[in-house]
């Protein structure tokens, strides 16, 4: 257990009461300090500059919350951490608005189909039908006959497993894994403008 600085103890009361002169000695005495953190994830000066008036804010809003112990360290290790894990947060968030949310084909299939049209069937769209089943045509029989069953002729997934001879379970791993294949297919469509692999 650490024994707590008067000094930090002091500046810190200043910040949550956001006394000038106590926060005009915090950016001075730990800007470097948040700045160091801030170089392991932004080279850009205007993204540092950027993530730096984050962290700081982020930071007052913490001591704001007494979350600074100073039982467990000094304020410029506390502050470090807070600022580490913050830029680790916001990378993280940055990161998954880039990212598309991907999910298993199948995982939220609901019992029964949608039988209301599809945008494309709404828009009488013969192209995408016609590279659709262009690309139905290069899927295994069984992934065609799957497909089949359950989006054209709206079948139940425990009505396809009967039909099929399998379980409720194999039908919906086997069913998905069709899913996966046809669009893998209808992706390479889409970016080489060939129907095939």
């Keep these: 257990m650490a024994t707590p600085d008067p000094e930090e103890l002091l500046l810190v009361e200043g910040l949550k009461s956001r006394d000038d002169a106590s926060v005009k000695d915090f950016l001075e005495r730990y ?42 360290g000094s304020l410029g290790t506390w502050l470090y951490r807070v600022a580490w894990c913050r830029c680790v947060d916001l990378r993280r968030r940055e990161s998954a608005r880039r990212r598309p949310q ?3 084909a199948g995982d939220d299939m609901p019992e029964k189909v949608d039988q209301s049209p599809s945008p494309p069937e709404l828009a009488g769209s013969k192209e995408l039908s016609g590279v659709v089943r262009h690309a139905m045509d290069d899927l295994l029989p069984e992934e065609r006959t799957l497909l089949n069953l359950r989006f054209v002729d709206g079948m139940a997934l425990g009505e396809i497993g009967r039909a099929c001879g399998i379980s409720l379970e194999q039908t919906k791993y086997r069913l998905r894994r069709a899913t996966v294949a046809l669009r893998r297919r209808l992706l390479l469509v889409h970016m080489t403008g060939k129907a095939s692999l």
């Design 31 to 72: 800007r470097s300090l948040i700045f160091h953190c801030i170089g392991q994830f932004a080279r850009d000066s205007s993204q540092r500059d950027d993530l730096y008036q984050d962290l700081v804010i982020h930071v007052l809003e913490r001591l704001d919350r007494d979350a600074f112990d100073p039982q467990r």
């Design 102 to 104: 991907l999910t298993m």
